[in-house]
């Protein structure tokens, strides 16, 4: 299932890489980093999690990993050369953010959302960081 989902994704990337701007793709890889967040969250209300949910949390982390990296060597050229490094150093954060969504099952409603704002803010701050920069 997880391969299949992965091959519909890339297919899709493949698709759209030519497509996107920088902005575009920063969008993009916000709304992957919600869809994830969000469903780790969803996960803890109520219950404990199981192997299952840390395999789905996983799956959907590395499946909009996947996405983001097709793109991401068609939007390399697009940026401006002083906004080309502040944009590896948002995907960076962005990839470290994405594998840390699994670790918001083990943790209490609090500190899931403090992990989730911090990872938020921190991005927002390498995005502002490639705005100036281009």
Same mark, same amino acid.
């Given at each position: 299932?997880?391969?299949?989902?992965? +091959? &519909?994704?890339?297919?899709?990337?493949?698709?759209?890489?030519? &497509?996107? @701007?920088?902005?575009?793709?920063?969008? /993009?890889?916000?709304?992957?980093?919600? /869809?994830?967040?969000? +469903?780790?969250?969803?996960?803890?209300?109520?219950? /404990?999690?199981?192997?299952? @949910?840390?395999?789905?949390?996983?799956?959907?982390?590395?499946?909009?990993?996947?996405?983001?990296?097709?793109?991401?060597? !068609?939007?390399?050229?697009? &940026? !401006?050369?002083?906004?080309?490094?502040?944009?590896?150093?948002?995907?960076?954060? %962005?990839?470290?953010?994405?594998?840390?969504?699994?670790?918001?099952?083990?943790? !209490?409603?609090?500190?899931?959302?403090?992990? @989730?704002?911090?990872?938020?803010?921190?991005?927002? /701050?390498? %995005? &502002?960081?490639?705005?100036? +920069?281009?």
């Amino acid at each position: 299932m997880r391969m299949a989902i992965i +091959g &519909a994704a890339l297919s899709f990337a493949a698709t759209h890489a030519l &497509a996107l @701007d920088p902005a575009q793709w920063q969008k /993009e890889t916000a709304k992957a980093y919600a /869809e994830c967040s969000f +469903g780790a969250k969803i996960v803890r209300i109520g219950r /404990e999690a199981g192997p299952k @949910d840390f395999q789905d949390s996983r799956a959907c982390v590395e499946s909009k990993i996947d996405i983001a990296k097709a793109n991401f060597q !068609s939007v390399v050229p697009v &940026a !401006s050369p002083g906004g080309a490094p502040a944009l590896k150093d948002y995907f960076a954060a %962005w990839i470290g953010a994405m594998r840390s969504i699994p670790s918001f099952l083990n943790m !209490s409603k609090r500190a899931a959302d403090m992990a @989730d704002a911090s990872n938020t803010q921190r991005l927002n /701050e390498l %995005w &502002a960081r490639y705005e100036i +920069g281009q």
